[in-house]
């Protein structure tokens, strides 16, 4: 069977589309998951929504499942012992529980063509972390759950700006010593 010119035009154009569409999923579309972190010196157990008993050692973080709603802690301290147990509310597609209740900073970053970033930076004013101001107001988080943000632990910013009409912004949460090496490296005053 012999495929005419314009049935070869639109076999070639319907496997290009499928090839676009699986690069895009395979490579570049964005993950969603709940992580829980512990960078204490501690080790934990834990259990969530009654399910199999987990551990968490110093500095270590991994993916766990968790259902949109509410869902309940249980943690442990490394004698097994009940430190606490609580609920939490899922309302995004990803998110972080903190179960050591360490300090983390979430923080904005802008993108855009002819943006005058310093000046946006400067207007939001700063906060203090260990008796030092750090500009662009980062928010402490230390509670044991939160979904505020947009990119996790384990994820960097964009490094291509992907709208060059406006302005945009994207949040990415940091431990709290990564966000003060971050900030060095990044705010160059």
Do not use: W
Not at 55 to 67: E, M, T, Y
């Amino acid at each position: 069977m012999k495929l005419s010119p314009s049935a070869k035009g639109l076999l070639i154009s319907v496997f290009a589309v499928i090839g676009a569409f699986g690069i895009y999923f395979v490579f570049l579309a964005k993950r969603n998951y709940y992580l829980v972190d512990n960078p204490s010196q501690n080790t934990y157990f834990f259990k969530i929504n009654n399910g199999a008993e987990k551990i968490i050692s110093s500095g270590q973080n991994f993916r766990v499942d968790l259902n949109k709603g509410k869902n309940k802690i249980e943690v442990y301290d490394d004698q097994r012992k009940l430190l606490y147990d609580s609920s939490f509310t899922v309302k995004k597609d990803r998110g972080l529980l903190n179960i050591s209740h360490q300090d983390y900073y979430i923080n904005e970053q802008f993108y855009g063509y002819g943006l005058n970033k310093d000046s946006l930076i400067a207007a939001r004013g700063a906060t203090e972390i260990d008796g030092k101001n750090y500009l662009n107001k980062p928010i402490r988080f230390n509670k044991l759950y939160t979904d505020d943000f947009y990119y996790n632990l384990d994820e960097n910013y964009d490094q291509v700006v992907k709208n060059i009409q406006k302005v945009e912004s994207r949040t990415k949460i940091f431990r709290k010593e990564d966000f003060l090496n971050y900030y060095k490296e990044y705010y160059k005053f």
